[in-house]
């Protein structure tokens, strides 16, 4: 006969273990009810278990169940297929103990990502914010901010949890991540879920690995410039490992990126840190995403020509494929680092991803692109991509147009339209050697395409001339 003495601790010790057992099975954040999960694809469910853990995944809308061990280092994963859009479908992920994600939805998921001007919230005083939030109730569309957070190595989860679209869930989500999302939603009536993970103030180079910044010297440099502020880390990597890192492999359509006007301070290293910043997340995620990009707006109080040197950087950066970038010159403000038109912005990068990604081709996609030069004599010929049907002068004439002799001094320049491109000349210069377009921190664009969208700044300086 066992004394009580003994059956009691005994007891207890089982009571623990079975509490523990039923607890084991778990998942990141990123896994919740009101998800959405990338459509048509192979997606990656994972987890935490006890090592040796049987666990089963399954998804409702084909009642398959995936089934897996947990490793000897607690962690199982599984692959399933996605359906066409749809849903609500629920995800049952079944060990010890069970957890049912409800409500998960299947469709388009992007990750928005950046500085203040992504992370701006829709109820912080936007234009047309106060008409646009009651607005706001869309049941299939949902969003994931992620909580700011800082790590010295990759985490394996983070702060967040998914919500349904609605006038009081949409006052602290990112504007510019909000009405992409609604435009791409009702251009395709498909779900879309955005993840926002963005942190204002922070330069790219807290996004992008240690590894990667470390491993080229023109980043290296740039990084050291950084000083430290109050409002976020700048050390290569910190946001990367706590903001991006536990999202990965989480299956996504693409990003979006509004960031740079931190790098002001080593603008020409721009034109290194975004492909590389591209390149690190695609590599990590396993396939090379669509990844679309805002270029920053103009500022007067950048330092000397840094903005129009960024704003270029990121032009030279869609030399990465299958990437896209949006200008919004035109809808910025050159007294404010953080213009209140989201609205705008939101919708040109729908257009660009209607258009890039989904083939909804009558979408603009661009404003006008650089293209090649052609001198003739003390002429240059400017050509653009994105000019189909022809350039579009606002206002009295084309300004900000300068163009370099072979002293490579540039000096203000008179331009004209004809046809799809633009013709550049000084009385001072007469052999061109290059042009350049809104070389300044604060411009008003005056050249634009039938789209109604303004060309990018350029210069030819770095680029072939074509005789």
């Given at each position: ?63 398959q ?11 199982w ?41 992504m992370?701006w ?17 869309y ?57 926002n ?23 290296k ?18 946001a ?46 396993g ?15 950048y ?7 960024l ?24 007294d ?8 705008d ?9 209607l258009?890039?990604?989904?083939g ?38 084309l ?24 013709v ?15 070389w ?6 005056t ?21």
């Open positions: 006969m066992i004394r009580k003495s003994i059956l009691l601790p005994l007891l207890v010790v089982l009571g623990l273990s079975v509490s523990h057992r039923a607890k084991a099975v778990s998942v990141p954040a990123i896994f919740g009810s009101h998800m959405v999960l990338q459509q048509k694809a192979e997606i990656t469910i994972w987890g935490s278990g006890k090592s040796g853990e049987e666990v089963t995944v399954t998804g409702s809308w084909d009642a169940p995936i089934k897996t061990k947990a490793s000897n280092q607690a962690k994963q599984v692959k399933l297929t996605t359906p066409a859009a749809g849903g609500p479908y629920t995800v049952t992920i079944k060990g010890y103990n069970t957890i049912v994600l409800e409500d998960v939805l299947v469709g388009e998921v992007w990750l928005a990502s950046g500085q203040s001007n992370e919230p829709v109820g912080g005083g936007i234009e047309k914010g106060e008409q646009e939030i009651p607005k706001a109730n049941p299939e569309i949902r969003f994931f901010s992620v909580a700011h957070q800082t790590a010295d190595g990759p985490q394996l989860d983070l702060q967040g949890e998914w919500v349904v679209s609605t006038p009081e869930t949409v006052k602290n989500f990112s504007a510019v991540g909000y009405f992409f999302g609604r435009d791409v939603h009702q251009a395709l009536d498909v779900p879309v879920g955005i993840i993970s963005s942190w204002g103030g922070t330069p790219g180079e807290v996004w992008v690995s240690p590894g990667t910044i470390a491993g080229d010297p023109v980043l440099a740039a990084a050291a410039t950084q000083k430290e502020v109050p409002w976020g880390p700048i050390q290569p990597g910190k990367y490992h706590a903001m991006i890192a536990p999202l990965i492999p989480y299956r996504i359509a693409g990003a979006l990126w509004y960031q740079g006007e931190s790098n002001t301070g080593s603008p020409e290293a721009y034109a290194t840190l975004l492909p590389a910043l591209i390149q690190n997340w695609r590599t990590d995620w396939y090379d995403f669509p990844f679309y990009f805002v270029q920053i707006a103009p500022y007067k109080d330092g000397p020509q840094a903005g129009a040197i704003r270029d950087a990121q032009r030279r950066s869609l030399k990465v494929p299958n990437t896209g970038m949006v200008v919004v010159s035109d809808i910025g403000n050159n404010d680092i953080h213009p209140r038109n989201k609205i912005v939101g919708a040109r990068l729908a257009n660009l991803a258009h890039k990604t989904y909804k081709t009558d979408r603009p996609a661009s404003g006008p692109l650089y293209r090649d030069m052609q001198v003739k004599g003390s002429k240059a010929t400017l050509s653009f991509d994105y000019a189909a049907g022809g350039l579009v002068l606002k206002g009295k004439e300004q900000n147009f300068e163009v370099a002799g072979e002293d490579h001094q540039f000096v203000p320049a008179s331009a004209r339209l004809v046809g799809n491109t633009v550049v000349q000084a009385k001072s210069v007469k052999h061109p050697v290059a042009v350049r377009y809104e300044s921190n604060a411009v008003t664009p050249l634009f395409n039938k789209a109604g969208l303004p060309a990018s700044t350029f210069s030819t300086e770095n680029e072939a001339v074509v005789q």
